[in-house]
């Protein structure tokens, strides 16, 4: 389990090499603070996580039909156009959550799981959270796409799955 945010393979301060534990020096480029101190990450955390999410982006779509139906009542059905951002509804919900300052969904955050950036091991921004909820569901819309996906995340000691090396970003959880 060598990587950055979870110390590296050699110990030791900063040198320039991003795989050796330390922190960038302050006011380098990309530079959040120090690594998070974590545990490594979970599949199977993950997976009750998205459980869990299912349910909330369930009810978070069910309010945005609501706010829609209003919105068009509103105005003369011209709101009514925004049912075209309903099948959208969960990148909108990881993207304004993970991109958050909690780094999580609600499920993650019942799950303790929090996203960080995989060389810093610090927040990420609401494009990248949408970018990479788009990603996921991309692959779970494949079933090869899918299962490749899960295969990197259980081969991989860090967990991190497909989706999350195209991005860097790691999915940990806290000691």
Known sequence: MANSWQGGPYGGPY???????????PGGPGWA????LVAHG?????FIAYLLDILFIFGFSC?????????????????WALYAILPASGILYSAITVGGPRQSTLGMRMMGLRA?????GGPIDWITAGVHALLFYVALSTFLLWVLDIGIGVLRAD?????????????VHEA
Not at 64 to 79: D, E, P, Q, R
Not at 116 to 120: K, P
């Open 15 to 25: 040198q320039g090499n991003p795989y050796q534990q330390g922190t960038i020096p």
């Open 159 to 171: 967990r991190r799955m497909g989706h999350d090396l195209v991005l860097d970003l790691a999915v």
């Open 63 to 79: 309010l945005l039909w609501l706010a829609i139906s209003l919105l068009g009542v509103i105005t003369f059905g011209v709101g």
């Open 33 to 36: 603070g120090p690594p998070v």
């Open 42 to 46: 979970s599949l199977s955390r993950r």
């Open 116 to 120: 960080v950036r995989a060389t810093t």
